[in-house]
């Protein structure tokens, strides 16, 4: 599987996105998918997990609430909406697969997709 997350941007305080995340390749549908996000000189981060079937999802506690991770098997797409970004969002997202349920240790991802920048200004 390989993977290509895109829909980044500069974008002010409160303002929203949408990441996408598409697959090529085959077995997309019985992987879990998972965004993490780098910001600059900080460790990589778990953001959402959505299973395979999109019936579970998981959420960091900085964005729940915000963040809407969702998935459509027939596309081969993970979709990830934000709202109310804040500056703290600010970082490279990046999506990857997981045969494990609701990890959030990016050990237990692989197939990792060239990340989007996002951007939010104050």
């Known amino acids: 599987v390989q993977l290509q997350a895109s829909g980044g941007g500069l974008v002010q305080a409160g303002g929203s996105l949408r990441l996408s995340c598409v697959a090529s390749?085959?077995?997309?549908?019985?992987?879990?998918m998972g965004w993490f996000r780098q910001a600059p000189g900080k460790e990589r981060e778990f953001v959402a997990y959505?299973?395979?079937?999109?019936?579970?999802?998981l959420y960091a506690d900085s964005v729940k609430g915000r963040f809407t991770i969702s998935r459509d098997n027939a596309k081969s797409t993970v979709l990830l909406q934000m709202n109310s970004l804040k500056p703290e969002d600010t970082a490279v997202y990046s999506c990857?697969?997981?045969?494990?349920?609701?990890?959030?240790?990016?050990?237990?991802?692989?197939?990792w997709g060239q990340g989007t920048l996002v951007t939010v200004s104050s």
């Open positions: 959505i299973s395979w079937s999109g019936s579970t999802t």
């Open positions: 990857a697969t997981t045969s494990r349920i609701m990890s959030t240790r990016d050990s237990d991802y692989g197939n």
């Open positions: 390749g085959r077995s997309f549908n019985s992987y879990g």
